[in-house]
């Protein structure tokens, strides 16, 4: 069973900055183009940002420069920093990993207060 786990997600108030983490195991992370997906109550999951295995980076219009996905190799880990939130980012923030095959966080939730 492959775990993705997620942390640093919360309450913050309009403006403010949050940084998600997801660490994934080792030979999940070196082989993965590793995103970050949202779900808000009542619509479709959306892809927020990914990063490949090459460094490709490539955000959704509605996040692109508020938001920057990095990778540590060294950690595993794949990060979302979250600049100048908005009501409108308050979601279940998921983490994901995909090459042949593709793995899911349990989610996080964000919420950002107006």
């Known amino acids: 069973q492959v775990q993705l786990v997620e942390s640093g997600g919360g309450l913050v108030q309009t403006g403010g900055s949050l940084r998600l983490s997801c660490v994934a195991p080792?030979?999940?992370?070196?082989?993965?183009?590793m995103s970050w997906y949202r779900q808000a109550p009542g619509k479709e999951r959306e892809l927020v940002a990914y990063q490949t295995t090459g460094g490709s980076i490539d955000y959704r219009s509605t996040v692109k420069g508020r938001f920057t996905i990095s990778r540590d190799k060294a950690k595993n880990t794949v990060y979302l920093q979250m600049n100048n939130l908005m009501p409108e980012d308050t979601a279940v923030y998921y983490c994901n990993s995909r090459s042949s095959e593709e793995f899911w966080g349990q989610g996080i939730q964000v919420t950002v207060s107006s």
């Open positions: 080792a030979a999940v992370f070196s082989l993965s183009t």
